[in-house]
């Protein structure tokens, strides 16, 4: 991705209210690329955040960029995120992290403490920023894109993967700590018959409402399956062992959840519906939430439902 000024981002009174609560955490130096920096951690700071060129056998061979992402009192678990892991424009991918012009993102850092890193096409350009929100315990990320071109754009959308491999308390081998609302009723994703799918790790489910049929979609170019079930909260939420903490992710427009669970990543998503139309010099941004709570699955949703009421 590209290193540019920033500029800045759309919905300024979401951001503002946002940034009044942001405080503690920062990296090596302030607007430059932060590539290999870490955050120098204060007393009382709940985010060690560092930025790397990581490599994952099989997924990324090659190497891409990886915003790792510690938080206080749980020493050993390390959380990864790919700020993006795919872009897609006119209903079809432009960029991914798994392709060779995708192994490598500029992230840059501001005086209010977020990392942005912005990507460019003759048609398009997208911002994807994170911002450490110490307050309250949560990541806000967002994409926003905007028409650089002379004609409408459609069907855009970015995917973000939050991944748990490095976070060994928080990995569940069956699923059976990986929480969902599915079919109104939260539940673990051990309950679903993941057996079914051509690669048992991997599992989603589309939002109520997207399509009628009560069947298991199986995908076999990227062996996983998306499940009968539907899904009926956008949280996607992974508890430690005993439940005394809990990590989720959620999209404020969600369209569906994801989960690899293969030993290589163990991540999960929450994806929103794509932008439907942006007209040229328009932007439009993409929101969702990373939440860390000292709790079960239900302490983490009682603090998304506050932060919803609040800020979306």
Request: with cysteine.
């Amino acid at each position: 991705m590209s290193n540019r000024k920033s500029t800045n981002l759309t919905r300024r009174n979401f951001m503002k209210s946002v940034s009044a609560a942001v405080c503690g955490t920062t990296l090596a130096s302030n607007g430059h690329s932060v590539l290999g920096s870490s955050t120098k951690k204060k007393p009382g700071q709940k985010f060690n955040i560092n930025v790397y060129d990581r490599k994952y056998d099989h997924h990324r061979p090659q190497g891409c960029t990886t915003i790792a992402i510690e938080y206080a009192d749980w020493p050993g678990n390390e959380f990864g995120l790919w700020l993006p892991e795919g872009i897609n424009v006119n209903g079809r991918n432009v960029w991914g992290n798994w392709k060779e012009s995708g192994e490598h993102q500029d992230f840059i850092l501001d005086s209010r403490g977020r990392l942005t890193c912005k990507y460019s096409k003759e048609k398009f350009e997208l911002t994807s920023t994170v911002t450490p929100d110490e307050k309250n315990s949560c990541l806000w990320c967002r994409h926003t894109f905007r028409n650089t071109s002379d004609k409408p754009l459609s069907e855009l959308v970015t995917q973000t993967c939050f991944h748990l491999v490095n976070a060994p308390q928080f990995i569940s081998i069956r699923g059976e700590r990986i929480w969902a609302c599915l079919d109104g009723k939260w539940t673990t994703t051990d309950k679903v018959p993941r057996h079914e799918s051509p690669d048992p790790r991997r599992i989603g489910f589309l939002k109520e409402g997207v399509r009628s049929e009560r069947t298991i979609i199986k995908i076999t170019s990227f062996p996983s399956a998306t499940m009968a079930e539907t899904a009926t909260h956008p949280l996607f939420i992974a508890e430690n062992f005993g439940a005394t903490a809990s990590v989720g992710v959620a999209s404020r427009n969600f369209r569906s959840l994801f989960n690899n669970n293969d030993p290589i990543l163990r991540c999960i998503h929450s994806e929103p519906f794509p932008i439907e139309k942006l007209m040229p010099g328009a932007s439009e941004s993409l929101d969702s939430v990373i939440l860390f709570a000292k709790g079960d699955h239900k302490v983490l949703l009682g603090q998304f439902e506050k932060l919803k009421s609040k800020y979306w």
